[in-house]
């Protein structure tokens, strides 16, 4: 068993060394920057941590905190910190693995072969586990490690506290991925896996984007939310995470014992450490090698099941395809019957996956908090209501939305792409399809922002309407603008729509949609605002910045999209020829 | 009479490998040609280069007269394509995929709700007209490909390797689909590296090798009054590969 393992990790790190090794040179550099830079950071974590220990250690910092009436004893911190790490370390490594192993137990195009293959099942399971295990130890070790040793330093730990840091950290990560492995199982026999990959990639992106945002919008409220009696008694609410009776701060107190010399108690917890952890990780493996194999056979036979949406057959479904769309049909049936067919095969196809639902949740969230942070009591009464805080907000918003519709229109073709290819629509058409699928969500999503904003704020209905024609305009130059990095950047192999900002493309995109943002903004909210500091009339001012935006957003939105259009006849083209290079590159060697 | 595909001199290169060399081929209106080749032979890009996948390095493709790369959406309207591979959209339903490629088409939208579901009812999908692509199976896959390229009426029909994946009755039910659409004046372009299809349902068969054209003809005039030499020992003969008997014989 523990030979074919090996053979299988071996196999695994051959397969990541391939891989390395044929990318290009500008992939290979970002790869060896970004693990410099990581350890970069954990350099950085363990400096802090030694700065922050030895600053704690000072009799000033005691007299600091019985000031601040904390009511905290800052020894007493210090030894919880590796407590509050190693629990940090098993969660870090229970969650964080769910959406690694899902892919790894069954989504991953190698289980087959694996399978039929005379090999222990055992083995088959560790060396996937290990798969996972791997990059979160190494990541845990960089993020933790320094941390701890950082905290050792200044109060002269012994050895053993060092040399235990690592092995404790993998005990931790491998316990918690074994449970993560069982979730997953536990999972599966309920939600399909890909159903459930693309939830948790939605929960995943959501709970990243509350923690980003949760950081911005805490500055705002930290003062009348974080006082020190509320710390005083978040810290007491804690002590129960700290105490001996929580098996996921052994490890902590074993090292901190071990670290002052306190052999006895620190040895024992250090036994009751590693015999946890085996405990724990043996008895994940036995569970899983029951449950897995019966559940990934169950998985595969679920996978014929017929994903039936309405039983109607025949020639009643294809007319009821049809009838389904009629009012979509009557209020749009002047489009003629490619381009529309383009647009409702769009919306369908985005309404289905679930992973888009992240992108819409995140703009509407984002105009959730900033709403509350700008129309809150004070900040209202102080600003200027008129043109400005709903329409750049409501911009904003838009253009998150338009980022993913035009960056995503022609790669989120992906593979199906041969479909539009070989069929006789005009790029025109084509253009003018992915043009309006981007543009009417965001548009109709911002409108009813713009409305329910100006009834707030009791604006007039020519400033609304003004304000409507504004974000209209500024809508249709960006949608323009990011359809046209849409075409440059355009790579079918892309299947997640969550991939379409990323790359150098995207960040151009993001970067130009922003410099554009800024312009157009500037005309359409500055230009009244100058209007009426010149003593010109109101209608003056915003006609002439409805006259000089409209210009403006027509060479943001016509000019770039111009330029890429002649691409889109030869999208897809090079993936062909890329093909045809890697093969012959593989041959000459 | 005018043909249906006409290709000169196509040529397409890859840097200094070249995947096609100066084809000229024709195929006449109601005619099934089967184009076979070794892996690598050049037939897929050859097929991409026809329905516009790829742009030739040089050369022209004329579908019914038209220049594809003159007048592309002229061309396009004349054909069906079926790829080696059928990617649909997963997400889609059989019916909803069919009606999505009819108004690419720009098929009247009556005309394609009936001939969506006589197609369906053809390919025994009847009762997975409304489920997604996804819980397809390959063979449904591509049967539901195959109704796609046939909703808009096509006068030529190209398919990659149409049989592949399919079960024996599937096979036989596109095989007498391409012979019935045949005798009714659609022309049929196809690859397959199964020689016993070619050799019974082609009126003509192409032999490519090394993006080169090397045979073509009917299969008597493949066999060049050389009796009654099969299909495979001609295509062995021209492509190479009888000396794999030997080493078969020393793996047996």
Redesign the interface.
Known sequence: MRNTTLKLLRLRFKLYWNTFKNQSWGKRFTSIFVIIAMLGFGLFLGTLSWFFTWGLSQPEAIAIMQEAGLGLDPAAVLDQIPVVMFTSAFLVALLSNIGSLLQLLYLSGDMEFLLAAPLPPRAVFVSKLAQAVVPTFLLMLVLFMPGLVGLGLPRAYGLAYYVLIPVFLLFYVLSGAGLSSLLVMAIVRVVAPRRAAELLGVIGGLLAFVCSQSGQFAGQVGDTVFTPDRLGSLAGAAVPLTSLWNPLGWPGHALTALGRGDWGPGLLLAALTTALAMFVFGATLLMAEKVYFSGWARVQLGG???????????????????DSLKGIRALWGWL???L???I??DA??FR??VRNLSQLVFPIIMAVIWTVSFFRPGVAANGTPGVGGALILAIFIGWNLEIRFGMGAFSLE???W?????????VRHLLWSKFLSGLVFPVVLGALYLLVAGVYQRITVGLLLYELAAFLLVMMALMGLMLAFGIWGANFEWSNPNQVQGGGMGCLAVLAGLFSMLVMGLVFVGGPFLAGQLGWPGLLGYGASLGLGGLVCTVVGVVPLALAAPRV??L??DE??AG??KS?KRAGR | MLPILQLTSLHKT??T?H?VRDLNLSVQPGEIFGLLGPNGAGKT?TF?MI?????PTSGNVQIGGVDIAKR???A??Q?G?V?DTP???E???A??F????A????VE?AA???R???L??LFDL???????I??F?HGMKQKTALA?ALIHDPKLLILDEPTVGLDPKSARLIKDILRQLSERGVSVLLSTHILEIAERMCDRIGIISKGELIAVGTMDELRGGAGDSSLEDIFLGLTGGTEYAEIAELLG
């Open positions: 014929l099941r017929k994903k039936r949406r309405k039983s109607v057959a025949g020639e009643g479904a294809a007319h009821r395809g049809a003629p019957a490619p529309l067919a383009v409702l095969k369908r196809l289905r996956d992906g593979r199906q041969w479909i539009l290819k070989t069929s006789p629509i005009s006849v030869h897809g083209e062909v020829g045809r290079k012959r | 890859y840097g490998t995947a890009t991409k329905v516009g996948l790829l742009q592309p959406l002229d396009k309207r054909l394509f790829p990617l649909l959209y997400k889609l339903t019916t909803e069919l009606l999505f490629v108004d690419l088409y720009d939208r394609a709700s009936r969506a579901a006589e369906l009812r009847e009762k997975n007209a409304d489920d997604l996804d819980s199976s796609g």
